[in-house]
């Protein structure tokens, strides 16, 4: 019996008694109309529905449609409060003193450590511009 088959990358029907079949190491049987298909799949790693002249492409964007309209067609599930994912709650410990002032009152330790203001960024100075002077002529 004749098994027509389709192309790896492009899905296009592939004539029994042509193209070409590539077998991996891991037993991954791919089925190619020509040559073009079997490069780009194999030696680019491209992807045949990506590409407008593929027929794999327009299978993706018939089937892209027709769940579109089914979604488009299906009742929308009630969206309930507090559906999505619980945050866990932020702890809040207070403030352990750690240094002591000479006036006696205790100080956290962010605030015995303060980092120092950042300098504002100087502006960089400009390369100066080439002068476009005019050629030189030969009669001088």
């Known amino acids: 019996m004749v098994v027509k088959r389709q192309c790896s990358f492009c899905a296009s029907e592939i004539e029994p008694g ?3 079949m590539f077998v991996k190491r ?3 049987v791919f089925h190619f109309c020509s040559g073009s298909c079997r490069k ?3 030696h680019l790693g491209r992807v ?3 590409f407008k002249w ?3 492409h327009a299978l993706k964007i018939a089937a892209d449609r027709s769940s579109a309209a089914a979604r488009a067609q299906a009742p929308a599930s009630p969206v309930r409060k507090g559906a999505g994912r ?3 709650p932020v702890a809040i410990r207070p403030a352990e003193p750690t240094a002591e002032t000479s006036a006696g009152s205790t100080t956290t330790a962010a605030a015995a450590v303060e980092a120092p203001a950042k300098k504002p960024a100087k502006p960089r100075p400009r390369p100066p511009k ?3 002077s005019a050629p030189a002529s030969a009669s001088e």
Do not use: V, W
């Open 86 to 88: 619980a945050r866990p």
């Open 54 to 56: 593929t027929r794999a």
């Open 18 to 20: 042509t193209g070409a």
């Open 130 to 132: 080439k002068s476009k």
């Open 26 to 28: 891991d037993g991954t």
């Open 40 to 42: 780009q799949q194999l």
């Open 48 to 50: 045949g529905h990506r």
